[in-house]
Structure formats: structure tokens, C-alpha cells
């Protein structure tokens, strides 16, 4: 696999009038673009399913997580959209595509494993909600994308399908019930109580959810439903989605 290549961020670089690179360009990589909600498994079964194919995988949430963190060092309440926006202005973000090696940096700080403190989770619904900031990173995402010399990539988050990348030929929004994502983020933070992680994660649905529609597809959105499937399974319904689509595009 081509080596992804980690890209920098300066708000400045993406400023309204930057012009990404035209998408559907011979080079231009394959997007894989999959929505869904906290806890759905988007990020895990991305990764994987972005290693089967030999793509690369951008996490979109983890820049919201990085700018949320980036605040949050600054002392900013990111309730407060014009403090978010003032700290934005030099908010220094690079993320690697490489589903080997992930990483995080703000400023050149590893923030990786920072961004998915509680503190951080906790704030960053405030981050997302400001428009100017989602327009100049989703200039980031598609730049990224379409620089990277990869085959494919594997995009994910909350307006992958519909906003960021709306035209990209494998389009899937990701569920699963309530119950199931929180059982299952629990589970993963095990050194947290449970149920103060099932509200926080029911709480930053209801308030993402007045910000972008990923509870329910698009036209053309295929549903994979991981309710009832365990990881394997539900990355094998990813794959098979790619695989079916993929091959109606190339009359197989
Ligand atoms: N189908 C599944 N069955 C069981 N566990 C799953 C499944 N999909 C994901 N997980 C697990 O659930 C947790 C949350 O998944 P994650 O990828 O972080 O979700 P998201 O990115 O949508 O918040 C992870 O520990 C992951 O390994
Ligand atoms: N494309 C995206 C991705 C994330 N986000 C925001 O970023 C936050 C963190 O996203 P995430 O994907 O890391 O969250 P989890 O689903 O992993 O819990 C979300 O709660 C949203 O507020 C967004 O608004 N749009």
C-alpha cells in the first residue's frame, strides 16, 4: 500500500475561495464515505474495512475532537461559537490516513489519545456546531483526500454521505440501537461508569443531530444495521456494500 502521506492543517490554507482539487480526476482516489452515530462502530469498522481493501481511513471526528482539545488549552467555553472561532484561527491540525499507524497532532503535540478524554468528548459537540468551522474542515477532509496518492479512502463521520463527500461512489450510513452503542462504548470504557457513558453519548446525539441528519440515509445511502451482528460480520456487510456497488459502477 502506497504510503499515505500526513497532511498539515492551517485554518489560513482553507480559507473560503480555496479551491480543492477536482474530484473525480483520473488519480483521485476511491471514497468510501460512512456515516452514522456515536458508537455505531464507524471508526473501528472503517479501519478495518479500509485495511481489507488496502485504503487509507480519515477519521472526521477526530478534528472537531482536536479543535475541542485545542480550546479547551486555551480556557475557551466551547459554547461560546466567536471564542471557538478565535482559537480556530490558529488551530495547527495534521492527521495520518494510515490504518497502521494513527496519529493526532495539534500544534505538533500527539493529541491522539487526548482528544477521546471525557472532558473532550464532553465539549466537542460545541466545536462541531459552528458553521465557519465545518466549511474550512470539510476544505481540510476533501483536500486531504484528494492528495493523499492512494487508491481509496475510507471517510467517516456525520455528513460524510451527504455534505463532505455526497457524490463519492460507496455511500453507508452505519447503525445500530441506542441500547447496543452504549453497551458497547461502555465496554470500551471500562474505567468510566457506564451509565454517566450512555448519557453522555445519548446527550452528544441529540445535540449533533440538530447540526447534521445522520439518523436517517440519504437517497442513495445503503443502511447497514450492526444490532445484530458482531465486528466481523458488520465489517463483511461494509465490504459487501463496497463490492456491490463498486461492481455496478464497473458493469460486473
Ligand atoms: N458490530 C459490532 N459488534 C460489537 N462491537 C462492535 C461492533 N462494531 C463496533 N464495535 C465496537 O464498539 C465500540 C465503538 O465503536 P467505534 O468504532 O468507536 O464507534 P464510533 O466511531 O461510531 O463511535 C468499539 O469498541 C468497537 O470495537
Ligand atoms: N463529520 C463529522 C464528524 C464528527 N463530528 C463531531 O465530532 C464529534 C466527535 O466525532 P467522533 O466520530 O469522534 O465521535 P464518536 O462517534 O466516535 O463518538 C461528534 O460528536 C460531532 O460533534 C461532526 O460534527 N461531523
Redesign the pocket.
Known amino acids: 500500500m502506497t504510503d499515505p502521506t500526513p497532511a498539515l492543517f492551517r485554518p489560513g490554507l482553507a480559507a473560503p475561495g480555496f479551491a480543492a482539487p477536482a474530484e473525480g480526476s483520473a488519480s483521485a482516489p476511491v471514497i468510501v464515505a460512512i456515516d452514522?452515530?456515536?458508537?455505531?462502530?464507524?471508526?473501528?469498522?472503517s479501519k478495518a474495512t479500509a485495511a481489507r481493501l488496502g485504503y487509507g481511513f480519515l477519521d472526521t471526528?477526530a478534528a472537531y475532537r482536536a479543535l475541542a482539545w485545542h480550546a479547551l488549552e486555551h480556557g475557551v467555553d466551547t459554547s461560546d461559537s466567536t471564542a471557538v472561532l478565535e482559537v480556530f484561527g490558529d488551530f495547527d491540525y495534521a492527521i495520518s490516513l494510515d490504518t497502521t499507524d494513527r496519529w493526532v497532532r495539534v500544534g505538533g503535540v500527539d493529541v491522539t489519545t487526548a482528544i477521546r478524554e471525557p472532558r473532550v468528548t464532553d465539549a466537542v459537540s460545541g466545536v462541531a456546531r459552528v458553521g465557519a468551522v465545518r466549511q474550512a474542515v470539510n476544505q481540510l477532509f476533501r483536500r486531504l483526500v484528494a492528495s493523499a496518492a492512494l487508491q481509496g479512502v475510507v471517510v467517516?463521520g456525520r455528513d460524510i454521505t451527504t455534505v463532505v463527500f455526497p457524490d463519492a461512489p460507496v455511500r453507508i450510513l452505519?447503525t445500530?440501537a441506542p441500547e447496543v452503542r452504549a453497551a458497547?462504548?461502555s465496554?470500551?470504557l471500562t474505567d468510566q461508569d457506564a451509565a454517566r457513558v450512555a448519557a453522555a453519548l445519548h446527550k452528544r446525539d441529540a445535540a449533533d443531530s440538530t447540526v447534521v441528519d445522520f439518523l436517517t440515509a440519504a437517497p442513495g445511502v445503503e443502511v447497514v444495521d450492526?444490532t445484530h451482528?458482531?465486528?466481523e460480520?458488520?465489517v463483511d456487510a461494509v465490504l459487501s456494500v463496497v463490492d456491490s456497488t463498486m461492481g455496478a459502477r464497473d458493469g460486473r
Open positions: 452514522g452515530p456515536a458508537g455505531s462502530g464507524k471508526s473501528s469498522v471526528g467517516e452505519l445500530a458497547r462504548r465496554a470500551e450492526s451482528l458482531d465486528f460480520q458488520t
